[in-house]
């Protein structure tokens, strides 16, 4: 809902979620009951940025997380591909994040393209020599 919601605001659509959560009802694989209580979500706020901050959805995904986590846990651990729910955990944890680990991407691409990097503690771009920085330690 949120790819076709930033898509429907880029190109100007105005798509009414809630009203294509009614139209996918009928021959959608998805269960009606689930559909309706989207649906629901839009008409209570047509604006909602996503179903993780509707009320409803939001305390029913808080509990349900702790399970969600074991069942992805247990899959990686029995060598079982889950793509579409471990992708949909990670998804989750980001959402609800001020701040996400890009710093590592960051420094990979400042380290192999010296394309600089910004800090959290201070304004501006910064470039390090990685490289020397790590063969200093190594040679101590």
């Known amino acids: 809902m949120n790819i076709i919601k930033a898509k429907s605001a880029e190109k100007g659509w105005g798509l009414n979620l809630g009203e294509l ?3 996918w009802k009928g021959g959608c694989i998805i269960r009606a009951i689930f ?3 989207i649906k629901k979500a839009y008409d209570r706020n047509p604006g909602l940025a996503s179903l993780l901050v ?3 959805f939001a305390q ?5 997380q702790a399970a969600w986590r074991r069942v992805v846990c247990l899959a990686i651990n029995n ?3 889950t793509p579409g729910m471990s992708a949909s955990l990670a998804y989750f944890d980001s ?3 001020d701040r996400l680990p890009a710093n590592l991407v960051q420094a990979q691409r400042d380290y192999f393209g010296a394309h600089t990097y910004e800090r959290v503690d201070m304004p501006g771009s910064f470039h390090t020599e990685w490289f020397k ?3 200093n330690i190594s040679n101590n």
């Open 21 to 23: 959560a009614r139209i």
């Open 35 to 37: 559909l309706d209580r």
């Open 54 to 56: 509707d009320p409803e």
């Open 60 to 64: 029913e995904i808080m509990d349900r």
């Open 79 to 81: 060598g079982v591909s």
């Open 95 to 97: 959402y609800r994040r």
């Open 133 to 135: 920085i790590a063969r």
